[in-house]
């Protein structure tokens, strides 16, 4: 299977699966990776990764969204 490179914004909520992102059209994805400290929620943020999957993305790189 190909992975696609996928860039993406939305708030990082904490789940019982984990970190996930809510995009600004509902579609929810689980975030696979670390994260030093938990970014806050209701914060927009920018994810740069590879989709793994049809709701997962590996991120290579995240930052928050000036608004």
């Known amino acids: 299977m190909n992975n696609q490179h996928i860039?993406?914004?939305g708030t990082i909520e904490t789940t019982a699966r984990g970190p996930?992102?809510?995009d600004a059209d509902?579609?929810?994805w689980r975030l696979i990776g670390e994260f030093s400290q938990m970014p806050a929620q209701e914060t927009a943020f920018r994810?740069?990764?590879e989709k793994r999957g049809e709701a997962a993305i590996e991120?290579?790189?995240f930052n928050e969204v000036s608004p």
Do not use: D, E, P
């Open 7 to 9: 860039t993406i914004t």
């Open 20 to 22: 996930m992102l809510k």
């Open 26 to 28: 509902g579609m929810w």
């Open 47 to 49: 994810i740069v990764g």
């Open 59 to 61: 991120i290579h790189y």
